[in-house]
């Protein structure tokens, strides 16, 4: 089936900051990818849609790109704030499946 | 807009005792809706999945079950609970099987 990595267990920043995350994954179809925020104690937020065919999204102030030729995609924000402490899913809805692989989450830190 | 709402909040439960936990959503008709698991600290592990009224797809076998006995509404249920049933439970709501709207999520606590 299909498979989502992500690497980065723990990130910490300070204010300012630039932030980057990276997820690959592995899939035989034409997958659609997600970013989602988790702050603690609450269920996981949207935070960005990427489809293969944008390559990009931006929301908040966070950007996501997509590659395609090293299956990866990625998360980045230019200047991050203490509020943005929190953890980071990437995930991947198989086309046609409703079935949904999240990775195993970046706990962001980020330090004033 | 819509709203998801998850019962009960907590619950500490037995080993070996039974347990149903609800899911409703408001202000949308014939959403997708799904359950995950999350261990503490852990990622999100799809359960179930549901596109219509009476019909649920399995994801993965951990001895629960789940039922969507109205449009609006998905429950969860198992009548043995194990201790690796402790977690947080979320519900959560798809227009069309992409972008997932979570509810704010049960944790369950199995001593």
């Known amino acids: 089936g299909d498979s989502v990595t992500q690497k980065q267990g723990q990130v910490t920043l300070s204010e300012d900051d630039f932030l980057f995350i990276n997820c690959t994954y592995s899939t035989t179809t034409y997958p659609t990818l997600f970013w989602y925020v988790q702050y603690p104690g609450q269920g996981p937020q949207l935070l960005l849609k990427?489809?293969?065919?944008?390559n990009k999204g931006i929301s908040r102030g966070f950007e996501a790109t997509y590659d395609k030729g090293t299956t990866s995609f990625h998360l980045q924000k230019a200047s991050v704030q203490e509020s943005d402490s929190a953890v980071y899913f990437c995930?991947?809805?198989?086309?046609?499946?409703?079935?949904?692989?999240f990775g195993t989450g970046t706990r962001l830190q980020v330090l004033p | 807009a819509q709203t998801i709402h998850q019962w009960p909040v907590a619950e500490i439960k037995a080993v070996g005792s039974p347990l149903s936990l609800g899911c409703t959503i408001k202000?949308?008709?014939?959403?997708?809706l799904y359950w995950y698991w999350q261990a503490t600290g852990g990622t999100l592990q799809q359960l179930f999945y549901?596109?219509?009224?009476?019909?649920v797809e399995s994801v993965v076998q951990l001895n629960l079950s789940a039922s969507r006995p109205k449009d609006d509404q998905f429950i969860l249920s198992t009548e043995k609970l194990l201790l690796s049933h402790s977690g947080f439970y979320l519900c959560a709501w798809s227009p069309d099987g992409g972008e997932q709207y979570f509810g704010p999520g049960t944790r369950l606590t199995v001593l």
């Open positions: 202000g949308k008709s014939s959403p997708n």
């Open positions: 549901s596109i219509t009224v009476g019909q």
């Open positions: 990427v489809t293969t065919a944008n």
């Open positions: 995930a991947l809805v198989e086309a046609n499946t409703n079935k949904v692989v």
